[in-house]
């Protein structure tokens, strides 16, 4: 870790003006390691410009610094460094992969175990629960004031990328990291609060739907469900407003892999992938274009007609390596 932390650090120190780039659909750890790294290299003494090309979800619009977010249609100088954050290849920072096509220096930072190495400089650790634990360690290394609103920042990630301290990648250095931004500042309740409790109404009807479209298979080990655009716009909500629900199927008894399909436009949709103990769904994820880590993956997937349809490809690759394990 300190090997690849420091060259970071050398990097930032040649570089005066920094785009921290994060990831198309960013969750909490995405937002929390854009803006914890972008105050930290400020706090060093550089120009940082923590950019997203994606619509930040309003539950985030309670933490700080959250306005100081850039879209790719805002003015942004040309930066000389950029620092892509929680991304496991070029295409998840949308179209401010156009930088790294004009050749700026690259730099990327990330947890994901089928990241493509394809910045420059490259620290990629899978041993870390979020890249938000690794962005804590590079601003201790940097010796970076830490202040209540960073130690928040800097705590969100970590709390959300391990399902609020649930999931397998939580180890005691996880809490020895939370334990560190809590005592600096940071309140467990106001980030729980806002990523748990602010749901609409709406979303709870929504759920509704996708509870009615579970099928499980291969012995009740494997389930699914999907939403279409059309359940969304009956509710006015956009997939963007539901997540999670590919955690309720994983929460069945008897479920090993879950997957949650989310149609974000006609001919689009979003596939969440999980598992419980032993299946690698990154395997699933990255035969599909995308990626992830073996318990939590994703992918985006185009076709033409109707999304059920379109998915029963993936369905028949989960349920026959399924059928096909000794148990
Ligand atoms: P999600 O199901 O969207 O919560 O994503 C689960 C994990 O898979 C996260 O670590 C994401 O970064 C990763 N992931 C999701 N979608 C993609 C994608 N299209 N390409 C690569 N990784 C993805
Ligand atoms: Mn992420
Ligand atoms: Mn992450």
Redo the contacts with the bound molecule.
Sequence with gaps: MIRKASSVVSCIQKAENILVAG???P?G??ISSVVSLSVGIERFGKKATPAIDWKISPNFKVFPWIERIKGFDEEIPKPDLIIVV????P??IGRFENFLRMGVPSIVIDH?A?NTYFANECWVDPSYSSTAQMILDLLRLMDIEYDRDLALMNYLGIAT?TGFFRYSNVDSSVFQAAAELVSLGADPDFVATAILETRKIEELFLERDAIDNITLLSNNRFAYSYLTLADFEKYSLTDDDF?GF?GELRSIESVEVAL?ASEARSGEA?????SKKYFDV?EI?VAF?????QK?????LKYEGDLKSALSEAVQMIDSRLQNERT
Excluded: N, P
């Design positions: 990831h198309i659909m969750d750890d995405c929680d991304a496991s290849s295409d998840r994901h089928t990328d997540t590919v949650f979003h596939v969440s992938l999980r990154s994820a274009g995308g990626g992830g880590h939590a993956s994703g992918f985006t």
